[in-house]
């Protein structure tokens, strides 16, 4: 058995970026024998918080599970060990995670020998390891988002020694290919192309917690994909944090609309990304999406403010106006496309008038869906410094007002869809209702329907016969 070393985060090593080239480690994944049964006869529940970054770790989390025999189980009180994969986005989010596992207190309370963990983004913030050490003695393991493949090794120390197993690295990271995994879903599937960012906007926590920008090389992203292919998946959605960067550390021009090309022509049936940063997304990415149709005409592009100068101190990298060019561009090119955002209202010192310059965005671009937040100072981050003057009832009237003009043209972009057909990739049937089918249409509309011989998975054509803000209601087209 390995003697395991307590390892605390710092932000401040996480902070550090050097200029050599990522490690790229190609493991030949076998477990340690002495954990390849510590499973049996267990079972464990995976509880994922945050983006669609933490569901693909959950998935090779679940693989290193599996291997070591333990089985799944979605209910708590079944389990013999618990693990939170967490995300440190906002200040909401970590608190639906202390809650959850205050709650779950009393499982450890009626059962000593059950194992609480925690992993993921928030573990990589001091303050909340020193929160979890001082406040939550039913934690047992606690892991970071660079050591992953050391999970199997860690879990074995926290049941075997009885002593708290803590092992957080703040380092620019790696790439670790080849580690095992299991796929949530058998017909959509998320594809790593890069981990990291190195944008380090104000407010943002990630580059601290996920490290330094790194890149997948292009033929192991292509393999992924041919393979799943292979295995009847339909869709595939592409991830990174700044998906628009990609291959800026292995000194490729315009990587990603490279690698999109190439990724388009394995013939997957459909193509997503998530998530572009407007800085980085170039004219030929336009180009990419325009000449290949098995990538979906939807886009999610975070705006995060309608003012020049709240973006500056955002450290985001471009201006309204080059939003608005960009945004300009894919519609000329892509006239079905579909945008989302994200937008922050409330960042330290926003004025009414800079308030009112992102609902002139909203006016202007009249987005399909938006995911809208009022600001959450991260600690560690240069505007959680920030002295503020807004207080909580003008942020809260600013997000409400943001949030009845996003939905209202919401609704308008959906009423261009009623009588309509379009093809939806089903995900299942409704859980109030078992005659009732839900799907996302290629522009990522979620679309509810009814209709006869429908199997998860297929996609179908839907009329379209009801529109709501964000969803649509429709039945199947027989042929």
Request: charged share 30%; glycine share 6%.
């Amino acid at each position: 058995m390995e003697k395991i070393s307590v390892k605390l985060p710092s932000l401040a090593d996480a902070k550090r970026r050097s200029k050599q080239p990522s490690n790229i480690e190609r493991v030949n994944y076998d477990l340690p024998e002495y954990v390849k049964n510590i499973g049996v006869n267990r079972k464990y529940y995976l509880r994922t918080y945050g983006c669609q970054a933490n569901e693909r770790d959950s998935e090779t989390i679940s693989g290193l599970l599996e291997q070591m025999n333990f089985e799944r189980t979605t209910k708590p009180e079944d389990a013999d060990f618990l693990l939170f994969n967490t995300c440190a986005i906002r200040a909401n989010a970590e608190n639906k995670v202390f809650g959850e596992i205050g709650q779950l207190k009393r499982l450890k309370v009626n059962n000593p020998d059950i194992i609480f963990g925690i992993c993921g983004c928030m573990v990589q913030e001091e303050v909340v390891v020193d929160k979890i050490l001082k406040q939550y003695d039913q934690i047992d393991l606690i892991f970071g988002t660079h050591n992953i493949h050391r999970f199997p090794q860690l879990l074995y120390n926290a049941m075997m020694s009885k002593e708290r197993t803590v092992e957080v690295f703040s380092k620019e990271g790696e790439i670790i290919e080849n580690l095992p995994v299991n796929r949530f879903n058998n017909y959509k599937a998320w594809v790593n192309i890069m981990y990291g960012c190195d944008k380090f906007c104000t407010y943002c926590i990630v580059p601290y917690t996920r490290g330094k920008q790194r890149s997948r090389l292009m033929e192991d992203i292509i393999n992924e994909v041919k393979e799943l292919k292979e295995k009847g998946y339909k869709e595939i959605t592409l991830l990174g944090q700044n998906v628009n960067a990609y291959g800026k550390d292995l000194n490729m021009e315009d990587g990603f609309a490279d690698l999109l090309e190439q990724v388009a022509k394995v013939g997957v049936e459909r193509i997503r990304f998530s998530t572009s940063h407007p800085k980085d997304f170039s004219i030929k990415m336009v180009e990419v999406m325009r000449d290949n149709k098995n990538i979906m005409p939807f886009l999610h592009l975070p705006v995060q403010s309608g003012n020049n100068e709240i973006l500056r101190k955002m450290a985001r990298g471009y201006t309204v106006e080059h939003y608005k060019m960009l945004f300009d561009e894919l519609k000329k090119n892509i006239p079905n496309i579909a945008f989302s955002t994200d937008m922050i209202v409330g960042f330290p010192n926003e004025t009414e008038e800079q308030f009112q310059d992102t609902l002139k965005l909203v006016e202007y671009c009249q987005f399909d869906f938006a995911f809208l937040f009022i600001y959450s100072p991260r600690v560690g981050t240069p505007a959680a410094k920030m002295e503020d003057s807004i207080d909580e009832k003008t942020k809260s009237r600013r997000l409400k007002e943001l949030n009845e003009k996003v939905a209202s043209y919401a609704n308008l972009k959906n009423q261009a869809y009623l009588n309509k057909v379009v093809k939806v990739l089903v995900d299942g049937k409704s859980k109030k209702n078992d005659k009732v089918y839900s799907g996302y249409s290629e522009e990522n509309k979620l679309v509810n329907f009814t209709g006869e011989n429908i199997k998860t998975g297929d996609i179908v054509d839907v009329l379209i016969t009801e529109i709501r803000s964000w969803s649509m209601n429709g039945e199947k087209v027989e042929r």
